[in-house]
């Protein structure tokens, strides 16, 4: 806070000190002083607190009490990309995700490679990348990096570019420019260049909250972002009837051994019939399940599980287990699911049974379920209940595609948008933002619906 309430006292003479002359002032009465070894120079300064006070400047009560003009100015540290982004990247991972963690790497790796990779004597791009991401950028790496990978940071450390480049809007361009681009050379998925800038945006904010920078450089850029859309295409949206065909094909698929479909298959109707995220049918367990002999059942979600890479996690596991998605932590969500789904569910657990800790759905040793595992039925369920025509298109290529189907039947149908929302753990800006494309079918009944409301009085006009 910056106050202009600001009083003086004569400069005062402290005999036998080796600064004896003290400048003494008060900034909202809070008093500062400050000493000079000679009488000149502490006039001087006096004189241009004062001045600086009848011109109306402020005083900053919380530091030295100084005004706006007399304030130290912010000097660029010769700081190099390469520096701020490990400290960025040790900042970053403190209460981040894995995959967080992981996305987070990726992108600063693109950022510190710009305009130095192709430098004289530089190792391999392939080496330089891996002693990024795999050791400068995981702050949780314990040991020493292979000779290889430790002489690749050392040339980092001398050869990367300053930070105050970032300054120059040619640089800066060229470098957004080439954060968007693969390592081939050929443009890189509007969702990966988002993620990258995203990145390099908060780096750059982490750079001024440190005083590395005095501005963001950014935001001085006309905008040149990728368009990225998290619109769902309709093409992707299975019918009920598609979506069902798809899970019978999921148990035709594996030997009869190890039954790989049919234990799968309840996990894919989660997705369908209760639009369940992928991660968080892997933890739903027994006891969070309510499933009657007859009628509707509830399952009650209270985590999630991602496989993050054993890198990136704080315990070294490959899977990370979280709160859920739009959730406070511990925080739950009911979802009513069909009575199919019961049905589906409770001869599953009859056959099958659950994991040790009452997961239902786990890979071949009762560990968590992998995505890898999953998405290789998926792909050969498609190829089985599709035909060439579909099977080659975007239908349903994806399990998450399940869920855009469920929460797109649940809109088309009518159910309110805010109870979508709640069962979906979504809020109701993102739901309807994500599923405008989806969603028809409905104009002359909601137009009804608004004619009956209003009533008809012929009488009136």
């Not at 001045?51 to 402020?58: D, Q, T």
């Not at 998290?230 to 009837?241: F, G, K, L, Q, W």
Request: glycine content about 8%.
């Amino acid at each position: 806070m910056k106050i202009g309430n600001v009083q003086f006292w004569k400069t005062q003479v402290r005999a036998g000190r080796r600064k004896p002359y003290q400048v003494r002032w008060a900034v909202d009465s809070r008093p500062f002083t400050l000493s000079y070894a000679t009488s000149t120079l502490a006039e001087q300064f006096r004189n241009s607190l004062v001045s600086a006070a009848n011109r109306g400047e402020h005083f900053d009560i919380e530091k030295d009490g100084l005004p706006t003009s007399m304030q130290p100015k912010v000097e660029i540290r010769e700081t190099t990309i390469y520096e701020v982004a490990v400290m960025f990247a040790k900042r970053k991972w403190r209460g981040s995700a894995g995959n967080s963690r992981r996305n987070s790497a990726q992108g600063l790796v693109r950022v510190t490679l710009f305009r130095t990779q192709d430098l004289d004597g530089a190792p391999e791009v392939k080496v330089l990348r891996e002693a990024l991401r795999e050791w400068a950028f995981r702050p949780n790496h314990t040991g020493t990096p292979p000779e290889a990978l430790a002489n690749a940071l050392t040339w980092l450390a001398e050869n990367s570019r300053p930070i105050k480049d970032l300054q120059d809007a040619d640089f800066l361009q060229d470098l957004l420019e080439f954060i968007g681009t693969r390592y081939d050379g050929k443009p890189g998925k509007p969702a990966s260049t988002a993620r990258h800038r995203a990145v390099l945006t908060s780096m750059v904010n982490f750079a001024v909250e440190r005083r590395i920078l005095p501005y963001d450089p950014i935001e001085l850029l006309a905008p040149t972002g990728p368009d990225v859309s998290n619109e769902v295409d309709p093409r992707i949206v299975a019918s009920p009837e598609q979506a069902r065909s798809l899970l019978v094909a999921t148990t035709y698929v594996g030997t009869w051994e190890h039954q790989r479909g049919p234990q799968l298959m309840p996990f894919f109707a989660c997705l369908y019939f209760a639009a369940l995220r992928p991660e968080e049918a892997v933890q739903l367990r027994q006891a969070d399940c309510k499933l009657p002999s007859s009628g509707p059942g509830l399952l009650i979600l209270s985590g999630a599980s991602t496989r993050a890479g054993s890198g990136w996690t704080d315990d070294g596991g490959k899977h990370e287990t979280r709160g859920l998605k739009h959730r406070a932590p511990n925080e739950g969500r009911d979802v009513p699911i069909p009575p199919e789904l019961v049905r589906i569910l409770v001869r599953y657990i009859e056959e099958f049974g659950v994991a040790e800790d009452g997961r239902l759905f786990r890979g071949p040793h009762g560990q968590l379920l992998d995505a890898t595992r999953y998405l290789d039925v998926w792909h050969k369920a498609r190829a089985l209940a599709l035909p060439p025509e579909l099977y080659n298109s975007p239908l349903a290529r994806r399990p998450y595609d399940l869920r855009h189907a469920a929460l797109t039947l649940w809109l088309n149908s009518g159910v309110p948008a805010a109870d979508v929302a709640e069962r979906a753990g979504n809020t109701v800006p993102i739901l309807l933002g994500t599923y405008v494309r989806c969603i028809h079918g409905q104009k002359d009944q909601m137009t009804q619906r608004i004619i009956d409301a209003l009533g008809d009085d012929p009488g009136l006009f």
